[in-house]
């Protein structure tokens, strides 16, 4: 069974920097493109960024609003997808899933975990 | 970014009754391999959301045969062919084929 585990949201003054991890297990985490999706509370999902497999290049891509703050990488020794989130705004705070991508989408989401930015 | 509007925004259906949700993208999202990348989301109170369909038209495992997906170029349509108390969510197109990918912001799904 796929699980997606997500962890290290909290409270962060703005300014600040955090790292979010997803643990992934139930599929071949090396062979997957990887992405991290966001939503404000009582919002809509934002995507925020997708890396893919080594195999595929292993390159990350961000949406506008975080690229140059957010960093996304793997370690695929430890089947994980990483979140660096830096200089981090009152408008990042939001539940931030971990999702594998599969026939052009999302196909599996972690149950998420919370981000505050506040002061 | 490719904008996907959602109508209705809210959807008040009885149990056991159709419903159906229209997604338009700003673009046509037919890909240069040919393929369609256009995804539906469900997402229930309190919960992760859930691909039910993607590529337009084809059901994600587990997922329940009465909902199915339709469409071409900008414009898609998802179909409850009857409604169950579990439907009761948010549910979201996705298109993955321009960079970024861009969610439709949602049609509340309720029982009257």
């Known amino acids: 069974e796929v699980q997606l585990v997500e962890s290290g949201g909290g409270l962060v003054k703005p300014g600040g920097s955090l790292r979010l991890s997803c643990a992934a297990s139930?599929?071949?985490?090396?062979?997957?493109?990887m992405s991290w999706v966001r939503q404000a509370p009582g919002k809509g999902l934002e995507w925020v960024g997708r890396?893919?497999?080594?195999?595929?290049?292993?390159?990350?891509d961000y949406a506008a609003p975080v690229k140059g703050r957010f960093t996304i990488s793997r370690d695929d020794s430890k089947n994980t997808l990483y979140l660096q989130m830096n200089s981090l705004k009152s408008e990042d705070t939001a539940v931030y899933y971990c999702?594998?991508?599969?026939?052009?989408?999302?196909?599996?989401w972690g149950q998420g975990t919370l981000v505050t930015v506040s002061s | 970014d490719v904008v996907m509007t959602q109508s209705p925004l809210s959807l008040p259906v009885t149990l056991g009754q159709p419903a159906s949700i229209s997604c338009r993208s700003s673009?046509?999202?037919?890909?240069?391999?040919?393929?369609?990348?256009l995804n539906w989301f469900q997402q229930r109170p309190g919960q992760s959301p859930r691909r039910l369909i993607y590529?337009?038209?084809n059901r994600d495992s587990g997922v329940p045969d009465r909902f199915s997906g339709s469409g071409s170029g900008t414009d898609f349509t998802l179909k409850i062919s009857r409604v169950e108390a579990e439907d009761v969510g948010v549910y979201y197109c996705?298109?993955?084929?321009?960079?970024?990918?861009?969610f439709g912001g949602g049609t509340r799904v309720e029982i009257k």
């Open positions: 999702t594998r991508d599969l026939d052009g989408g999302p196909t599996r």
């Open positions: 139930g599929f071949t985490f090396s062979n997957a493109w």
């Open positions: 996705m298109q993955d084929t321009h960079w970024p990918p861009t």
């Open positions: 890396i893919k497999s080594k195999t595929d290049g292993g390159t990350a």
């Open positions: 673009q046509s999202l037919v890909y240069s391999d040919g393929n369609t990348y």
């Open positions: 590529k337009v038209s």
